[in-house]
């Protein structure tokens, strides 16, 4: 099964503000994201345009994973917003994972403004082939 | 390919008095100070202007700076390119949640005032791009001294 559409024209969908961030500063969107399982891992694929990989912040509580990053992409001192189509902010999103992730494990890059998320299951959750033999 | 729609955010008119008109209503209508964009075309853009440059800012997450082209006509910025996203087809990858969308991209934008095309610079960085757009000389501020008698 391949996800492609490669000539799909893409629609803008406007970028979904969270209203209960009232802690922080600023606006505080919510990413669009891609969930993959593999065997031995999940994968999350998060768009987070306008950020740099050092503000981004994973953490895993029991089975909440939280996403919060913010942004590193501002207008320069000086320029005159003449028009305005998006607005920008920092990320927030919260996921249940059903499977005991492997905290230690979990690994994270960022490529183009899309963070990858590697969340590894604990070694005795994967599916185990076992070999039987005769003796 | 679609042809492009030529999106003029200030309107026919080339004065700044109609643009400010034109955005106070639309900020009146809309309420947020953020104008929805021209049929919902991908990407959404913000237009910012400096003494001496327009800077024209888009959020690509996820396009490769290679699979961006742009192009300058007179007055006309082009932008198209393509957003790919392909996860292995294997049956070892199973998917739970897709939100990102992928698909080919064009819009076009016409400035106010003529651009220096030699000194276009364009950086995608995090995922935004960002097109710096020199004024042509003869729109940029200029100071002239004054020189005693």
Known sequence: ?135 | MAPYTLFRPWGSGSSFDDLRREMDALFRQYGSGTLPSARGAFPAVNLYETADAYVLTAELPGVRPEEIHIGLEGQVVTLHGERRIEYPADEKTSVHRIERQSGVFRRAFELPVGIDADKVEAVHRNGVLMLHLPKAPEHRPRQISVQGG
């Not at chain 1, 990413?31 to 891992?41: G, N, T, Y």
């Not at chain 1, 919060?68 to 994972?97: C, I």
């Open chain 1, 1 to 135: 099964m391949a996800i492609e559409n490669p000539t799909h024209d893409l629609q803008l969908r406007a970028k979904q503000e969270l209203q209960h961030e009232s802690t922080r500063p600023g606006l505080v969107f919510r990413p669009d994201v891609d969930i993959l399982e593999k065997p031995d891992a999940y994968v999350i694929y998060a768009d987070l345009p306008g950020v740099d990989e050092k503000t981004v912040q994973v953490r895993l509580e029991n089975d909440l994973l939280t996403l919060d990053a913010s942004l590193a992409t501002l207008p320069g001192e000086g320029w005159n917003s003449v028009h305005s189509e998006y607005r920008v902010g920092g990320y927030h999103r919260e996921f249940r994972v059903s499977d005991t992730i492997d905290s230690a494990a979990v690994a994270a890059s960022m490529r183009d403004g899309v963070l990858e998320l590697r969340l590894p299951k604990v070694e005795r959750k994967r599916p185990r082939t076992i070999e039987v033999r005769s003796s």
